[in-house]
């Protein structure tokens, strides 16, 4: 079972009960369905069920008059400071490239069901949302609190106006998105094959307004330090795959350099691999099929090209893996992956 801050029950909670009198009985009976004393101080490092919490988005999405725009509502209350020593390393970060970078890193310390990454695909740079889980409604009310909480924080942040290219989810659109649309200021598309926000590169590299390089170091040992004493969760084989993934270009990255990345011994990773019955080397597997896959679908790479970046050293090896990965050659699977000419 995964785990969720109790941060994120605070503000859905408080949206929730807005108009109402403070300490009234719904905002109680709402703490009190997930677990959260509703007078203890907010506490980013209190976990709960991640299924408590989607019943509590699903059923503050039932019963408020806005639906589920409720999400923009929620995710745009978020502050850096609300995260803790999360939030201050966001906000130290000398750019935005180095804040989300601290979501790649550390996000572990506010979920085990979400992971994030900073993806350049095509000319393009994508922050993006991996969530594991049934995808329930509750689940995708809480993508888009996260994709909007993103933006938001990164508007703290950002010394230049920050506004996404575009915003994507997987889910189908509910019916009514003007709200998503006037809060992102960007096309936001629908039933995607990602939960994401396409960046410019200038909005990357723009400095942040309190970007402080020694400042950051100290945020990210204090980071590093609350990931090395987490518990072992589900999402950990995401986490190390998503590392895995993004250092292929220049080779297969040692279980030590993944492990490091993620604020662990690389006997402490491999020991929680072990629990969870995994194996980094299937890990490896899995990230270069992802990987390959995808290249093979969304860009026109030469195939040698695709085979470097998956981090083989010649074309033959990378067919020989990906046709016992898939039954097929690369060049077959992007044939096939071609959408088919309209009549």
């Known amino acids: 079972m995964g785990q969720v801050s109790a941060l994120f029950v605070h503000k859905v909670v408080g949206v929730a009960t807005s108009g109402e009198a403070p300490g009234g009985a719904r905002r109680r009976d709402l703490f009190e369905s997930v677990g959260v004393d509703p007078d203890a101080p907010v506490d980013p490092k209190l976990m709960i069920p991640d299924s408590d919490y989607y019943d ?36 130290s970060a000398v750019d935005l490239r180095g804040s989300f970078g601290r979501a790649e890193r550390y996000g572990r310390v506010l979920t085990s069901v979400s992971a994030y990454e900073l993806r350049q695909e095509g000319g393009k740079a994508f922050m993006m949302l991996h969530r ?44 009514d998105i003007s709200k998503h649309e006037a809060y992102f200021g960007c096309p936001v598309v629908f039933g995607a094959d990602r939960d994401a926000l396409e960046v410019s590169e200038e909005s990357l590299t723009a ?56 604020g662990l011994s690389g006997r402490t990773l491999q020991r929680r691999l072990a629990a969870q019955d995994l194996a ?64």
């Not at 809480?142 to 993103?150: C, D, M």
């Not at 795959?241 to 279980?255: F, H, K, N, T």
């Open 56 to 91: 509590l988005c699903e059923r503050v999405a039932r019963e408020d008059e806005h639906g589920p725009s409720i999400t923009i509502r929620v995710g745009s209350t978020m502050r850096c400071d609300d995260y803790g020593a999360f939030g201050l390393a966001w906000k």
């Open 132 to 175: 594991a889980g049934e995808r329930r409604l509750g689940l995708r009310l809480s993508n888009e609190q996260t994709i909007t909480a993103v933006t938001q924080i990164s508007r703290e942040v950002c010394r230049t106006t920050f506004c996404p290219e575009t915003v994507y989810f997987k889910h189908d659109a509910p019916s």
């Open 207 to 262: 400095p942040n307004r309190l970007g402080d390089p020694s400042i950051s170091e100290f945020f990210d040992k204090h980071l590093e330090k609350e990931v090395s004493e987490l518990s072992d969760d589900g999402g950990l084989g995401q986490q190390v795959r998503i590392q895995i993934s993004q250092a292929l270009s220049e080779g297969v990255p040692p279980v030590s350099d993944v492990a490091g990345r993620l």
């Open 280 to 343: 980094y080397q299937d890990l490896v597997d899995t990230a270069r099929r992802e990987l390959a896959e995808r290249l093979l679908r969304k860009t026109d790479y030469a195939l040698a090209e695709v085979a470097f970046l998956t981090g083989f050293s010649e074309q033959s090896a990378f067919t020989r893996a990906f046709k016992r990965w898939s039954g097929q050659t690369p060049r077959s699977y992007r044939l096939d992956a071609q959408p088919a000419p309209r009549s």
